[in-house]
Structures are given as structure tokens and as C-alpha cells.
């Protein structure tokens, strides 16, 4: 039996009353020709709260395909349900103009908290030009940037995040997937950098992984995420409360490092 108070409330329950979750993770249907159960915003909402979600922070997947379109769709669907959804700006390099102007509307939209990279679906090197112009106006805000990560990518591993949390300490970066297949690189990555925290979409599912995380980096350090509407929420809390760790990293993994990072950058 897991001694855990958190996890048997959950398996009684479905959620903790003293253990709310904040993902830090998810995005916004639809996307490309893939089908998904929780479809629409109040589907999505009603998933995330059958968990006991708090907060959950978005970037829209049609604006990783048009930026344009679908940050304003994602402002639109999180202001609709201010104060417990969230969103980032997804900036995509190869467009300077417009990436510009999207950086221009930031101030437009407050439940915005963030800006989110994707190199690999936009085939541009976190460290290249293009990015510079974003990281920079981030560091201005002291906003937090979700990038994507994957191991040995020529767009995004651990290494281009290393150099790219080097030059802007001032921002704070989620490593999403934590550096899938290079996970040592990232772990050391988080390690070094103070402004690099460990996000855990699809890393969560690795046997041993996370209190591997926790015993070299802290659980301080690791932030929940399951890219909503891709992957159903019990399935990466319930890898957190089976996890061998204890209590306290229990919480600050599902709940308080998330709501700590959002306090400061919250405007809504
Ligand atoms: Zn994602």
C-alpha cells in the first residue's frame, strides 16, 4: 500500500482537497487530422477539474501552424475561464514581422503568463537569431518560456538550452519533456542553470526517471505538465503519487512549484 495521504485520496477520490494540481503544460485543440476526446474548452476544463486542477497554462496548437490565428484563439479561450487557465504565446522564429507584432499584443492579454518554443515543428535552432528578439523581451518581463526538448535534436536538445539559459538569466525556462532520451543532459542542465526548471510531459512515464530527478536536481526543480488534450491527466499524477518519493516532493511537483511560478507572472 503506498503510504501516501495525497495518493489514497486520490484513488478515493479522484483528487486532493490539501493537493491541487497546476500544469504547467497543456495546449489547445484541434490539431491537424487527430481526433481527441476532450474537444472543446469546456471538455478540456471539465477534465483538468475532475483531477482537481487549479491552474492550467496552454499554448494553441493551431498556433504552432499559425501563430497569428491561434495565439488569438488561445486568449480568447483562456479569458473565457480567467484566473484558472492560462496561456503562452507561441512565437514562431521564421516570421520575424509577425513574431514582433505578437510580442506587441503580450500586453493585450492577461491571461497570458509566458511565451512557448517549439525548434522542432519550426525546424529553427533554439539558439538561432530568430529567437533573440522573444528571449530578450521575456527577460524584460522576467516571463516564463515553455520550450520544447528532445534528446540529440539538431533544434532543441539540452545543450541548445544550456546555451540559451546562459545568455538569459533572467528568464525562466521549462525544459518540456525535460530533454526526452538525453534526460542526464537536461537533469545537469536544471542543475546548473537556477533558471531552468525540469517539465515532465511524456518524461513522467519512465520508470525510475523521476526520483531520479528528484535526487539529483530537487523537487523543487520539476514542474507537471501532460500536454492536454494528447495524454489524460491521471495518467501523469497518477505516475507522480506512485512514484518512491516522498510527501513534500509529492506536493511541490503536482501543486506548489507550478502556482509559485505562475504568482508573479499572474495578471488575472
Ligand atoms: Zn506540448
Known sequence: MNPSEIAQEFLRLGRCEACPVVDMHAHYVPYQGIYR?????????????????????????????????????????????AGRWY??????????????????????????VGLKFHPSIHSYPLTGEGYRPALAFAAERHLLVLTHTWGHSAYDSPSHLAEVAGSYPDVTFLAGHSGYGEFDACMRVALE???????????????GLLEDMVARVGAEKI????????????????CVLMAHLDEAARRAILFENGRRLLAPRRRI
Open 87 to 112: 496561456g503562452y504565446a507561441v512565437i514562431n522564429p521564421n516570421l520575424a514581422k509577425e513574431a514582433e507584432r505578437e510580442l506587441s499584443l503580450y500586453d493585450q492579454r492577461p491571461t497570458f
Open 223 to 238: 514542474v507537471l505538465g501532460y500536454d492536454l488534450p494528447w495524454f489524460d491527466p491521471y495518467y501523469a499524477i497518477g
Open 37 to 81: 476526446p476532450p474537444h472543446t474548452p469546456e471538455e478540456m476544463m471539465a477534465a483538468a477539474e475532475r483531477c482537481g486542477v487549479e491552474a492550467m497554462v496552454s499554448s494553441g496548437h493551431l498556433a504552432l501552424v499559425d501563430m497569428v490565428l491561434g495565439n488569438a484563439e488561445m486568449a480568447a479561450v483562456t479569458e473565457a475561464y
Open 193 to 207: 542553470h537556477e533558471n531552468v526548471y525540469l517539465e515532465l510531459t511524456a518524461a513522467y512515464a519512465v520508470a
